[in-house]
């Protein structure tokens, strides 16, 4: 199929591919360039989208999982044929390195493989002479399903394959900053699923909450902030709408005496500041025990120096910019509060004059109490704190509001392990960090959300219950 990747950004709809009077336009966040116009959804188009997907349903739900299955692999393959101009479209529009976006292209043909691998159950409650009783999984209808702007592709996978294998009609919502490259998987599924079943939709800010308050949408699957969240789950309040929200996060990262310094400070680095720190999951307080402390600071420190931060379009780029100005508005702001209240700020590395770059900033063990442990930062800034009591960074860690993932570091896994049962979080990985598969499920504690992503419950989310029953033998 040849999609045109430079220009000519539309919406799907239906058995469409739609222009808009308002377009939007996107800045490249490494050099504030205009990489392209999104079309810009009026409340008129999206009853558009949304009744091209009402129209859809009946057919798609009665359609064989099989069949379904096949569509998501079809598409799947086809973002693999495009990997090398959709990852410089993303890199374009969300800043990334181009080698992470490439990740990040191939992840989304994984997930919607991962996803595209499950099975609907169909459980026998009851098979006797009085009665056989039998539940199965049964599609909702129409999904909304939005997505964030930090990986928008990865995130926008989550969601598509589970919904679309359950049966289910989706309109995918991208983020403002980020709507291009997903508008272009759209145009490659176009002539892969039948007329209404996937829809993509852009525009400004007011297009979310004229989604959400659709009395056209049946469930609303939603990753982004908690207080989007928290709005989001009054909107759907007024008519029940199902709803799964993957939401913020303030992720502990916990580093035990035991640690092998030598090789700490790459592991940590990268549990924390991948993607410039613009990730849910991101080790975003680190507890460090004080007999490794100063070692691991500095290694740290000094491998965030080695760190080339720059334009992602550049081959030898491993940080990129903060995806926008508002988010780069807020990190700065944490930085001159850290700055202000007197703690040791250490900067590393040199940033390009132009673009929404920020140079990585390590805090050295800032207050409990302070904006930036209390706080998800979600840029290239973290807190670094010393502890010798593990039972109080145990505590101190969970008394969070937000309970998303952790992780833990050291050589004694077995004592790892047992504090990892003890953390207040939906994903805890030891030696490791921000593992995620399309068959594991993925879930938050707390205002981290609530729903689950990928595998089997993930799956799950996207259907009711419907149980059947009927006479036995006897009752015939």
Not at 278 to 289: F, V
Not at 334 to 350: F, H, K, P, S, W
Request: glycine share 8%; hydrophobic share 45%.
């Amino acid at each position: 199929m040849q999609v045109d990747f430079s220009a000519d950004f539309r919406m799907l709809c239906g058995d469409e591919v739609l222009s808009t009077a308002k377009t939007l336009p996107l800045v490249n966040p490494a050099n504030l360039s205009i990489v392209g116009h999104a079309p810009c959804a009026n409340q008129a188009d999206l009853d558009h989208v949304i009744s091209a997907a009402q129209a859809a349903f009946p057919q798609w739900a009665k359609t064989s999982i099989d069949k379904r299955r096949a569509m998501i692999v079809a598409l799947a393959d086809r973002v693999l044929d495009h990997v090398a101009p959709l990852m410089h479209l993303l890199t374009a529009e969300q800043g990334k390195p181009l080698k992470d976006a490439e990740r990040e292209v191939r992840g989304v043909a994984a997930w919607l493989k991962g996803a595209a691998s499950l099975d609907l159950p169909v459980t026998v409650n009851e098979d006797s002479e009085v009665r056989y009783s039998e539940t199965r999984h049964v599609p909702l209808g129409v999904v909304a399903a939005i997505a964030p702007w930090n990986y928008p592709l990865l995130l926008a996978s989550f969601k598509l394959g589970p919904a679309l294998l359950a049966g289910n009609c989706v309109v995918l919502k991208p983020s403002p900053f980020t709507p291009l490259s997903s508008l272009k998987v759209a145009e490659l599924a176009a002539d892969i699923f039948p007329p209404g079943v996937l829809n993509v939709v852009s525009g400004e800010e007011d297009l979310g909450p004229w989604l959400t308050a659709h009395a056209g949408i049946d469930k609303i699957s939603f990753t982004g902030s908690t207080p989007v969240g928290k709005a989001i789950m009054g909107t759907a309040a007024n008519r029940l709408t199902r709803l799964t929200l993957e939401l913020g996060g303030n992720d502990p990262a916990f580093v035990m005496p035991d640690v092998d310094v030598s090789t700490i400070a790459e592991k940590l680095f990268g549990a924390a500041l991948t993607n410039a720190g613009q990730i849910c999951l991101a080790s975003k307080r680190i507890y460090i025990h004080a007999d490794v402390y100063d070692d691991v600071r500095d290694g740290l420190a000094d491998y965030a120096r080695s760190v080339q931060i720059g334009d992602g379009a550049h081959p030898n780029t491993q940080m990129g910019p903060i995806n926008n100005k508002r988010q780069y508005d807020r990190v700065r702001a944490l930085i001159n509060d850290a700055t202000t209240q007197g703690y040791r700020v250490i900067e590393c590395g040199q940033v390009p004059d132009q673009g929404y770059f920020l140079p990585i900033i390590l805090i050295d063990n800032p207050p409990e109490n302070s904006r930036i442990v209390q706080e998800e930062q979600f840029g290239p800034i973290v807190p670094l704190i010393r502890m010798t009591d593990m039972e109080n960074a145990v505590a101190r860690a969970n008394a969070s509001d937000y309970g998303l993932g952790a992780s833990i570091w050291g050589r004694d896994e077995d004592r790892a392990w047992a504090l990892a049962a003890r953390l207040d979080a939906g994903t805890v990985c030891v030696n490791e960090a921000r593992h995620l598969s399309p068959l594991t499920s993925f879930a938050g504690f707390k205002q981290s959300g609530f729903g689950v992503e990928n595998g089997l419950n993930g799956l799950l989310e996207y259907t009711v219950p419907k149980t059947m029953m009927r006479p036995g033998r006897l009752g015939r």
